[in-house]
């Protein structure tokens, strides 16, 4: 195939999220965890509608992961990869990559810790945390709320609060206050689909409710709160460059009944589109995160030929392709703030790059805006309900003494982010 040239002036870059790296906060999900953590030992034990649903099914479940998943210990984030203490270090290890950009968030329950009282000091650890990648020529790309809340909201009601956008409003201003002309892109609120989704209909995630309707009605709310802030931090930012992160999915029907072709329609409208629709006017990009395709109707493929990552996510490199052609009808430039797999033997991680950014260099050739990659994750880090053991990191971490490892996948990334292009043969050699 020979060489792909990516676009100057490309943004290539990790991500990492407060909670799942920082370690040692207090919100809303380090309180839920003492509740919660003998549950989900204990139903990782078992096969549940929940795991199912996230494709955990126990034929799927890798035995090699029973042990971590069924330890209570898994399920506290604690010192997580002590990433509030260490950010030098890792900053270092970007630099060493030949990354440009770094994806983080600010941790809310840090920077206001009670309501309407913001902490100056752990303002200034971030402000300090921008300096120092500025330093290094790395673009802060900034989230301001990734899942989790700080205790007060969620006791106030958290996201189905209608206070919930002025809340959530007042703190972004003030972060694009403070951080001022240091930084350009804000990413306002992670997936917010997901969260109102896991939180409020699944019951997956704290506050555990299970409900269409609250789940529309966060997710209306949550919509409100990115409409409030956006012209608050414009005005604040005016340079700014803003906008929400959406995961996409791409849905695949393999037999074409007229109704597994409705229903593809409809998924892709709800799914997809109504969100991004709905903020039409107030986002400056498309922050697309991607992790796999999902089979409408059903799925009649020879299974013993499908990869599976770790968490049994089926291993697919290629839809991004058709899911970034999709989101060419947004016409706005598209970040992909977020792709990866987990994969703690590397096994995968190094071919996953090189097909992910073929079909990217594919889809920027038809027209798909891409100017950026951002891969999941940075570092190995605590995976949300599912704790520690499922690996998402460019960089090993050793929990027990905080050792960060780079794994061969990751300077196989740094090669390409280097020379901004993908020799394939080469790289796949
Ligand atoms: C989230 C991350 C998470 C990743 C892998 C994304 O939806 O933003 O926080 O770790 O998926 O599950």
Request: no cysteine; charged share 25%.
């Amino acid at each position: 195939m020979g060489k792909l040239e990516f676009p100057k002036g490309f943004l290539w870059g990790a991500a990492t999220s407060s909670y799942q790296v920082e370690g040692n906060m207090h919100n809303e999900w380090t309180e839920w965890e003492k509740t919660s953590a003998e549950k989900r030992a204990k139903e990782s034990r078992e096969e549940s509608w929940h795991d199912s649903w996230r494709g955990y099914g126990k034929k799927e479940r890798n035995p090699a992961f029973s042990k971590e998943a069924s330890d209570p210990n898994n399920y506290f984030s604690g010192a997580a990869a002590d990433h509030f203490n260490r950010y030098e270090e890792d900053f270092d290890i970007l630099q060493e990559l030949h990354l440009n950009t770094y994806r983080f968030s600010i941790e809310w329950s840090r920077v206001e810790p009670e309501e309407g009282v913001f902490d100056q000091e752990a303002i200034d650890h971030y402000k300090a945390m921008v300096v120092s990648l500025r330093r290094r020529g790395i673009e802060p790309f900034v989230t301001i709320w990734h899942f989790w809340l700080p205790v007060w909201v969620a006791e106030k009601g958290g996201a189905a609060s209608e206070k919930f956008p002025e809340w959530f409003a007042r703190y972004a201003e003030r972060m694009a206050r403070e951080f001022g002309e240091s930084v350009t892109f804000y990413v306002t609120i992670n997936e917010p689909d997901i969260y109102t989704s896991l939180s409020y209909l699944l019951g997956f995630w704290p506050p555990e409710k299970r409900s269409i309707f609250g789940h529309f009605h966060a997710l209306e709310n949550v919509r409100r709160a990115h409409k409030l802030a956006y012209p608050k931090m414009k005005a604040a930012a005016p340079h700014s460059k803003i906008g929400i992160t959406k995961q996409f999915m791409h849905f695949v029907v393999l037999q074409k009944t007229p109704w597994n072709l409705a229903a593809r329609r409809f998924a892709d409208w709800w799914w997809n589109t109504s969100l991004v629709h709905a903020l039409e006017g107030y986002q400056d990009f498309i922050g697309f995160n991607y992790y796999q395709k999902k089979i409408i109707g059903k799925d009649t493929r020879d299974q013993s030929a499908i990869l599976h990552t770790d968490i049994s996510w089926e291993y697919d490199p290629e839809s991004i392709y058709d899911a970034l052609l999709a989101a060419r009808q947004y016409g706005l430039p598209i970040y992909i703030t977020e792709n990866g797999l987990a994969d703690t033997t590397d096994r995968l991680r190094g071919r996953f790059l090189i097909e992910t950014l073929t079909s990217v260099h594919r889809a920027i050739q038809e027209g798909a805006d891409v100017r950026g990659y951002i891969h999941w994750s940075l570092l190995d880090n605590f995976e949300l309900d599912k704790g520690f053991w499922p690996r998402f990191g460019l960089v090993h971490v050793d929990y027990a003494t905080q050792k960060r490892t780079i794994r061969p996948s990751a300077r196989l990334y740094a090669r390409i982010a280097e020379t901004n292009s993908l020799e394939t043969e080469k790289e796949a050699g």
